[in-house]
């Protein structure tokens, strides 16, 4: 399941892969759920995000694909109905935009605003050490079927996310953000698998290399 | 002269310097004293504002720490960290420690910069905007379709652009390079998770006490970090203790005063020791022993309370440290007085100092003829430096004409079998009147020097002065380069006729800079949180313009969007959430209280650099001193560039280059008065000197040890005292118990400088080490040399006119 909370997450908590091993021994009394996990070196998979604004009548549906890989970060590639893609790496977050020379790769400024939400991002990587100290977590079900709530216990964070939602069952199936400002996002994953795959060109450059 | 009137003059000294002392005791206390080496300078070299700024700059730096508690996981890190500034924190010495971010902290800055967001663009942002029209509705897009927080925006209600949270973004990247996670300010170190503490000293007194009491609050929070990270382990796994990174200046001046307690205690005891062994062992008595030193400590009791009162309560550090050092000279005046003691005559105190009172005071009188070329340079620290030395060298030999009859009246002779050894000791030295051997060996002698001369290179860096600790350096050099930090030492000062042209340049110079260095450091300035008006005018008009420009961002976002009314209520936020934020309302809002010391502000009376603002170049800035220049000539008249650090270099190359000039001056003084005292003797009394320079030099060109001024203050040191030896022999020539005597205090008054100041030659600091091996060498040689310029009564030294 862990291989799932880290696809879900765009999981700049990879950075830190290795040393977390023990982190996650240590929290699997705190959460019985996330404590049975193990990453595969490189997953992928499909998804639909859908986007409830406040002030818009319809829901914005976005779908693409994603891919992480331990250790380099996630790529997250929305084909429809625009283009946009990101990398988010131990380095920061990358806007991925197509160029002359293949890709080009500008940084997404993290600062202080930025980082509430690239903590949550590195919450849902399945570090369940630090799931505690930042959130209130709740859990439900069993491992078959099971769920998440957690609630920023941040202030800052609150002013921007008010709870995370996360269900699934072998693997995540469905993530909810509610933001403060009332603005919903639902993402649904598909087409999950790891495979063991050489990277391309594209993806290599993506995590900057 | 009478004994009444001895008696009486001798009360009345008594008398001064008992006021002395009591002026010392109420007001030493209260006195300001000065320690910035830019206080030694004349007045004008200085520009005001540039030093206002400076000095507000470092007091600011000086207090401030960051202390990066690594571990191999974040959580270890965390408890390790909080552990720390806990620790600090509850030590009483900080006025503020952060490890945890405030709760207010980041909320605060949303609420400040609501009002004006649609003012506020990155430079990313600004330059997307310029070069593509489609630019504000790609930026929207991303704020809809990818998942929240990955596009930077805070959200499509307030931020429909991204365009505030990523300008907001980037004015944190600005403030550190450190991450926000978790509630703490984290980065990376080696592939280690590192959690930082930020701190700022309270205020505290001056001297050790305080000093002592930082230092343990220091040690103490590192021993807190660590027990914490080992009793947060579950098991028995062996994980590496939290490693500390230190920056800040802080550290180095605890460092300093660490290791200059521990040269205290160390090269101080045992100079300390072997100078009282010394003395008890030739003198056979404390008393004697006192009297030796006893002109020194009035010398610069005196000199000292005529420093304090000329200087209205104002004393300058510098100039007290180096005066002392030269009144040590004085402590010939008490040697040769006691050197008496090996004599063969019967004790008698008067009498002694009826024999020696000529050389003494001819020793006083060149040697405060030559410390009057201090004088002759107007720099106000030389000056007072003057003051103090020719004030101490006199108060000690009124010390000893005036109490010494008295003090010195009854002593007991040294036993015979050593009055002999020290006789057949002044026999055995070789001298130069003797034959060619001794010659060749000064000429020798005068060679090395000449060739060691020839290797000196000259070095003021001020870094000298600082006892340089690898692993410090090491610690910060890491810092630097995960961190984007202020430098400290060097900064921009950006002035113009008001706040939106200083703005305006700092600008400019920003840009300059980012262009320069593009490898990253984003430096902090006013213009970062709070942009010119004419800048967030043009960014609020950009995008007003790409809303509706060309490229018709808001219908197009409307159509898509299904919702009509949207391009209106965007068209609507864009003007109303724009209004310039100005440098006064960030000034009143406590978003700006890490930031105001860049705030130099207005200058009564206007004029084109009525008002300026500090910019701290970041340590990770690779440019040199001349890169800075130009970039801050390329911004505007009003920036000039500032390097503390060079400042003072510089300020020490000037002292040292007026030194230089002093010391020749004061040879040439004490030369020409040589030669009228002594006639034809003359060159034997300036040359123990002379060789003693010389040599002093010529080691620090064999040591590569560089001359800066504090060689040369040792080098005015051997001038006084070896000029002092060569007149001591040429005024004893009447007997050999009279040159046996002489030849004494010469022995002692050169053997307890060399163990007072000579043994700094094995200091850790630079320039302390140069300063001792000066004096040593240099006095060595004077000591040595000047009883071989030795002559008998009668006899005249050959190849001189006859003068006399």
């Known amino acids: 399941m862990k291989r799932i909370l880290a696809a879900l997450c765009l999981g700049a908590a990879l950075q830190a892969a290795e040393g977390q091993v023990a982190a996650q021994g240590q929290a699997a009394q705190a959460a019985p759920i996330t404590g049975r996990l193990a990453a595969p070196p490189v997953l992928s998979g499909n998804f639909v995000q859908e986007k409830t604004i406040v002030g818009l009548k319809k829901p914005l549906v976005s779908r693409g694909d994603f891919l992480v890989v331990r250790g380099k970060g996630v790529i997250w590639r929305t084909r429809k109905p625009v283009s946009a893609a990101v990398s988010v790496t131990p380095k920061g977050i990358w806007s991925l935009k197509p160029s002359a020379s293949g890709l080009k790769r500008e940084a997404v400024h993290q600062g202080d605003l930025g980082l509430a939400m690239d903590m949550i ?9 630090s799931l505690a100290g930042t959130f209130d977590v709740k859990e ?21 996310i008010s709870s995370i939602r996360l269900e699934g069952g072998k693997y995540v199936d469905r993530v909810e953000y509610a933001e403060a400002n009332g603005d919903k996002t639902r993402i649904g994953f598909s087409a999950v698998a790891d495979s063991a ?9 993506a995590f900057g290399e | 002269m009478g004994s009444g009137i001895r008696k009486a003059l001798a009360l009345a000294w008594a008398l001064i310097i008992l006021a002395c002392g009591a002026y010392l005791a109420w007001r030493l206390p209260s006195a300001s004293i000065e320690s910035s080496i830019f206080a030694l300078l004349p007045e004008r070299e200085r520009d005001p504002s540039v030093r206002e700024a400076g000095s507000a700059l470092r007091t600011e730096l000086e207090r401030r720490f960051l202390v990066l508690v690594a571990a191999p996981s974040s959580g270890e890190a965390t408890r390790a960290a909080e ?26 800055m949303l609420d400040f910069y609501e009002p004006h967001r649609f003012a506020l663009l990155s430079a990313e942002d600004r330059l997307a905007l310029e070069r593509d029209s489609n ?5 929207a897009q991303r704020t809809l379709y990818l998942p929240p927080g990955v596009s930077g925006s805070l959200g499509f209600g307030k931020d429909p652009f991204g365009t505030w949270g990523r300008w907001l973004a980037s004015r944190s990247a600005a403030g550190a390079g450190l991450a926000l996670e978790h509630g703490h300010l984290a980065a990376v170190v080696d592939g280690e998770p590192a ?29 807190a970090a660590e027990s914490s990270a080992a009793s947060g382990r579950d098991d028995a796994e062996t994980s590496a203790r939290p490693t500390l990174l230190r920056s800040g200046f802080v550290f180095h001046e605890l460092l300093a005063a660490r290791q200059a307690h521990r040269e205290m205690t160390s090269i101080g005891t045992v100079s300390a020791v072997l100078l009282l062994v010394l003395m008890l062992l030739a003198f056979r008595g404390i008393r004697p022993t006192l009297l030796g030193f006893l002109p020194v400590v009035i010398g610069c009791l005196a000199a000292t309370a005529l420093l304090l009162l000329t200087g209205g309560g104002k004393v300058h550090l510098i100039a007290m440290v180096f005066g002392s050092t030269i009144v040590g000279v004085a402590e010939d005046y008490g040697m040769l007085f006691i050197a008496g003691l090996y004599e063969d005559k019967p004790w008698d105190g ?26 002759f340079v107007p720099i106000p620290g030389l000056r007072q430096i003057g003051l103090f030395s020719i004030a101490g060298l006199v108060a000690s030999w009124a010390t000893v004409m005036l109490w010494y009859p008295w003090l010195g009246a009854r002593l007991k002779p040294v036993s015979a079998g050593v009055r002999h050894a020290a006789g057949a000791i002044e026999r055995g030295w070789p001298k130069v ?8 060996i000064l000429l020798g002698l005068l060679g090395l020097s000449a060739w060691g001369c020839a290797r000196m290179r000259v070095d003021d860096d001020v870094r000298l002065l600082y006892a340089h600790d690898e692993r410090l350096q090491r610690e910060q050099d890491k810092i630097g380069s995960v961190l984007r930090l202020p430098g400290g030492s060097r900064f921009f000062l950006v002035r113009g006729r008001h706040e939106q042209e200083a703005l305006e340049r700092e600008e400019k110079l920003l840009a300059a800079l980012a262009a320069a260095d593009p490898a990253g450091a984003t430096a902090v300035a006013v213009s970062v949180f709070v942009p010119s008006r004419a800048r967030q005018e043009s960014d609020a008009a950009l995008l007003r313009s790409s809303l509706d420009g060309a490229a018709r961002a808001g219908k197009r976002l409307a159509d898509d969007l299904g919702a009509p009314e949207l391009a209106d209520s965007l068209r609507l936020a864009l003007r109303r959430e724009s209004r310039p934020v100005t440098v006064a309302e960030w000034l009143a809002d406590p978003v700006s209280t890490p930031f105001r010391y860049l705030v130099r502000g207005a200058r009564e009376g206007g004029g084109a650099d009525a008002y300026a603002t500090v910019v701290p170049v970041p340590a990770a800035v690779r440019l040199d001193l001349a890169g800075l220049r130009a970039l801050a000539q390329g911004a505007g008249p009003g920036v000039v560039v500032v390097d503390q650090i060079q400042e003072v270099t510089d300020t020490l190359a000037f002292l040292r280059r007026h030194l230089v000039w002093v010391l020749c001056i004061g040879s040439g003084i004490v030369l020409g008065a040589l030669i009228l005292l002594f006639r034809n003797r003359a060159w034997g009394a300036a040359a123990p000197a002379a060789l003693g320079v010389a040599a002093g030099l010529g080691s620090l060109g064999w040591s590569g040890l560089p001359v800066n001024l504090f060689a040369l203050l040792a080098l005015a040191l051997i001038l006084g005292m070896g000029i002092d030896y060569g007149i001591f022999v040429q005024e004893s020539r009447r007997d050999g118990a009279a040159r046996a005597a002489a030849l004494v205090a010469i022995n002692m008054g050169a053997a307890s400088n060399m163990l007072a100041f000579g043994m700094l030659v094995f200091s850790t600091t630079p320039a302390l080490r140069a300063f001792g091996l000066v004096l040593a060498v240099g006095l060595g040689v004077a000591w040595l040399t000047a009883p071989c310029f030795a002559v008998l009564p009668g006899e005249e030294p050959e190849g001189m006119g006859h003068g006399a």
Do not use: N
């Open chain 2, 433 to 440: 009147r003797e034959g060619y051997a001794t010659r060749l």
């Open chain 2, 83 to 108: 552990a720390y500034a806990d620790a600090l924190r509850k030590s009483g010495t900080m006025r503020e420690v952060l490890c945890a971010v405030p709760e207010s902290g980041a909320g605060r």
């Open chain 2, 135 to 139: 630019g504000l509705y790609e930026a």
């Open chain 1, 197 to 205: 795959g050489e990277l391309g060109a594209w993806q290599a450059a």
């Open chain 1, 121 to 129: 991002q590195k919450v849902l990587s399945g570090d369940p050490a």
């Open chain 2, 350 to 375: 008067r009498r002694r100092l009826l024999d020696v009172q000529r050389s003494i005071f001819l020793g006083l009188l060149t040697s405060v003829m030559g410390y009057l070329a201090l004088f």
């Open chain 2, 195 to 223: 959690i930082a503490v930020l701190g700022t000293l309270g205020p505290r007194g001056r001297g050790s006490e305080a000093q002592d009491r930082l230092a343990a609050a220091f040690d103490g929070a590192a021993a």
């Open chain 1, 140 to 160: 439900a079900g069993t491992a078959a079927a099971w769920s998440l709530d957690l609630r920023p216990l941040d202030p800052v964070v609150h002013r921007v």
